[in-house]
């Protein structure tokens, strides 16, 4: 008999191979508020839509989202299913994110460039000191 995809259940373990991740983050995501197991005495029985978080909040993780920024955009689509303030609220986390980016790789290159000059003149006080 072919399950629906809305009536899906997974299994904590389930899940944590399917993302590999552990078990512990997925109750961490849990103690979050960002996923909503049911329970079935004392075992976490996961939905489809707990599934679709997950992915997002892991997709999120990786591009340098907070769990704070991702659980905003749960509730705003909660709230607001037209996804019209999601989406503009998803822009402005975008062009922020894109913002920090941009300091960060700046700084990066700032700090490679006074490696190599760190680097060249250590490399020019170790000849000197070689050939006495």
């Not at 072919?2 to 849990?30: G, M, V």
């Not at 005495?41 to 999120?60: A, E, F, M, P, S």
């Not at 705003?76 to 790789?105: E, F, G, H, R």
Request: proline residues 1%; charged residues 35%.
């Amino acid at each position: 008999m072919t399950q629906k995809i809305s009536q899906a259940k997974y299994s904590i373990s389930d899940l944590s191979k399917e993302f590999d991740i552990t078990t512990r983050s997925i109750r961490f995501y849990e103690d979050q508020g960002l996923i909503f197991p049911a329970r079935k005495g004392q075992t976490r029985v996961y939905n489809q839509r707990d599934k679709v978080r997950l992915k997002l909040i892991l997709r999120g993780k990786r591009l340098g989202f907070s769990l704070a920024e991702t659980g905003r955009l749960f509730e705003l689509y909660d709230v607001d299913k037209t996804s019209a303030t999601q989406l503009n609220t998803i822009m402005t986390l975008i062009s922020d994110k894109k913002k920090d980016l941009k300091q960060q790789l700046e700084d990066i290159n700032a700090i490679l460039i006074e490696l190599d000059d760190l680097e060249d003149n250590c490399k020019t006080t170790l000849k000197a000191l070689e050939n006495g």
